[in-house]
């Protein structure tokens, strides 16, 4: 009898023991998954932002050196205070022989098509979206590096209209509303006084 209370008190010992332990094991492993909620998630969320404007910046400066790399091969060599707005116009008419965008002539079969079902002899071109955001980081680094606001050609009038014709133009091309025709749309679906006003504003 004394033997089998032993055996019986033993087994329940172990069995205690097991499960003091397993109980442990749970609550250190909980206590370090609450740990890393506490401070790993926060991190991540902060380093987010940073990431995305250190790649902004990265390129900001990858579209500057193309930039002044270009005016110190042209003929003649121009410096930056020379630059103009016709300089920048030239610059992005360069750019669209590294173009991947399609743009199909009025004369092509494929003219207002999306998506071309066949090749043909359309030229590439840098894509509107493309250009104008490129526009705006040369903007910002003409004036991180010396430039004068005043005098800052890629904030010009002539760049702000190139830029809406490439993307009209890019998008009657692919069949799709341009903002002349979208603002055309929207007048003709005005009450008539309201027309009447915008024609006095304009």
């Known amino acids: 009898m004394s033997a089998a ?29 609450h740990h890393s909620m506490l401070f790993s998630s926060p991190q991540a969320s902060i380093q987010s932002p940073v990431v995305l404007f250190g790649r902004y910046e990265a390129q900001k400066r990858r579209d ?9 091969q042209h003929g003649p060599p121009l410096a930056l205070s020379r630059c103009s707005v016709a300089h920048v116009l030239e610059f992005l008419k360069y750019l669209d022989q590294f173009g991947k965008t399609k743009v199909h002539a009025q004369s092509c079969p494929f003219f207002g098509h999306a998506h071309a079902p066949a090749p043909c002899p359309c030229p590439l071109m ?35 209209l190139y830029l809406r ?33 915008e024609q006095y504003y304009d």
């Open 64 to 72: 500057w050196d193309t930039f002044m790399q270009y005016l110190s």
């Open 126 to 160: 840098q894509a509107s979206g493309s250009l104008d955001a490129l526009v705006g980081r040369l903007r910002a680094a003409y004036e991180e590096n010396g430039g004068q606001p005043a005098i800052n050609p890629f904030s010009a009038r002539a760049v702000r």
């Open 5 to 33: 209370v032993s055996a019986a008190a033993a087994a329940a010992c172990c069995s205690s023991k097991s499960s003091s332990t397993t109980t442990s094991r749970t609550t250190t492993t909980s206590a370090r998954t």
């Open 165 to 197: 014709d490439v993307r009209d133009v890019q998008a009657e091309a692919r069949g799709m509303i341009g903002y002349d025709q979208k603002k055309t749309r929207k007048k003709n679906y005005m009450p008539h006084h309201i027309q009447q006003q």
